[in-house]
């Protein structure tokens, strides 16, 4: 019979894997940014969701996005808007100079859609994001690749650097443009960033690998 310290060091040892993206079997979990589900190499979903962070005008709030799981659970709660910190959903606000709504680079015209997520438990114990690459390096597995994406620059919010899906979905019945926490395309900028390999103005790529 395990002891009571015995039980509370392995609910520690699981909580500070967990912490670090590391699932308690020894494997990983990461975000599948614009997707409601898992890819099947091994890896399982834990929960699908809404994208979802601070809005994109608010100076103050939190930096990064979250992934938000469809069946949310409440403790004590007042159902009135007041002051502290805020979570909206996420919206894609792609498009270019055709006005096509990013369709070139994910497929199909997702401008103002609501962004879903899931997360992700792969059986390695090591994922990494990696911008600007589709493929991951040797010895690598690939979880998914897509493009980097993040809030806009002159938007006083600020975001994080995330990997969205080439094939993304959308959450249905979110296509009015209600803005929120969006989603844009990433470009270098040459200068202190090296050209080449680099090229002003492209936009970038990023893969999520596993080992």
């Not at 699932?23 to 997707?35: D, H, L, Q």
């Not at 007041?82 to 096509?100: A, I, M, P, Q, T």
């Amino acid at each position: 019979m395990k002891t009571m310290e015995t039980k509370i060091s392995m609910m520690e040892s699981k909580v500070s894997l967990m912490q670090n993206n590391q699932a308690p079997n020894g494997g990983s979990t990461y975000v599948r940014w614009g997707k409601q589900t898992c890819p099947g190499n091994g890896t399982s979903t834990m929960y699908s969701g809404y994208a979802a962070g601070s809005y994109y005008t608010h100076s103050g709030g939190a930096a990064n996005y979250l992934c938000l799981p469809g069946d949310p659970q409440w403790a004590y709660y007042e159902d009135s808007v007041g002051s502290g910190g805020k979570v909206y959903g996420g919206e894609y606000e792609l498009g270019d100079s055709h006005g096509n709504g990013g369709s070139h680079y994910l497929g199909s015209n997702v401008r103002d859609e609501d962004a879903p997520c899931a997360v992700c438990q792969s059986p390695r114990s090591s994922v990494l994001m990696i911008p600007s690459r589709l493929n991951c390096y040797p010895g690598w597995t690939k979880e998914y690749s897509g493009y980097l994406m993040s809030g806009h620059y002159q938007h006083a919010s600020a975001t994080e650097f995330v990997c969205v899906d080439s094939h993304v979905d959308v959450v249905p019945g979110g296509h009015p443009d209600q803005e929120g926490r969006l989603f844009y395309l990433v470009e270098g900028i040459c200068g202190s960033l090296k050209c080449p390999p680099y090229v002003n103005g492209r936009e970038l790529t990023c893969v999520v690998c596993s080992k």
